[in-house]
Nanobody, 115 residues
Framework: QVQVVESGGGLVQAGGSLRLSCAAS????????MGWYRQAPGEQRELVAR???????IYADSVLGRFTISRDNAKNTVYLQMDSLKPEDTAVYYC?????????WGKGTLVTVSS
């Protein structure tokens, strides 16, 4: 059984920083791309950033230059460093991981940015 668990959300003032972590665990034979998505109230879930097993990254235009995604393959973990946070970054952030060819999702972690 595979689990994907996020951590690191919280409340921060505009202009501040947060670092999210997400670890995949269980029967992992292959770990593919990992990514972060977010969903604000009343909005659809959207891609924030994604990183391939080889380290290639893509970012949403809205976070480019402010957020950095990275991964530690030895720990089956992906990180999202979020700097210069804005109130519009407020959302539940979900981690996604392709494990053994199947996409798994975490339960989400809330990020709230106050103005």
């Amino acid at each position: 059984q595979v689990q994907v668990v996020e951590s690191g959300g919280g409340l921060v003032q505009a202009g501040g920083s947060l670092r999210l972590s997400c670890a995949a665990s269980g029967s992992i034979f292959s770990l593919g791309s990992m990514g972060w998505y977010r969903q604000a109230p009343g909005e659809q879930r959207e891609l924030v950033a994604r990183i391939s097993s080889g380290g290639s990254t893509i970012y949403a235009d809205s976070v480019l230059g402010r957020f950095t995604i990275s991964r530690d393959n030895a720990k089956n973990t992906v990180y999202l460093q979020m700097d210069s946070l804005k109130p519009e970054d407020t959302a539940v952030y979900y981690c996604s991981a392709f494990v053994n060819g199947i996409q798994y999702w975490g339960k989400g972690t809330l990020v709230t940015v106050s103005s």
